[in-house]
């Protein structure tokens, strides 16, 4: 599985402050089978602004075929569009 800007879709919760948390994200692997991955535990939080474009990332615990992975996931706040950047272990 290639590990950096995988475009994924995602499903999240906003809370009653505008706060995002992932929930569960969709993606294809090498194979071009579809994977579900449950987010089991978010490690941060945090927003990034990057010439303008206004962020959020987080560090997710998953399970990729049957192994606990910390993964990185971005929202792009003004594309709406959630990518992995990192699948750091």
Known sequence: MQTNNIPVEAISVCN??????????????????LMILNVNEIIYSKECNLSGIISYRYGCKVHIHGVERLIELMYNVQSHKWTILKILS
């Not at 505008?18 to 090498?30: A, F």
Request: proline fraction near 6%; avoid cysteine.
């Open 16 to 33: 009653t402050i505008g706060d995002i948390r992932p929930m569960r994200i969709r993606l294809e692997d090498d194979n071009h089978q």
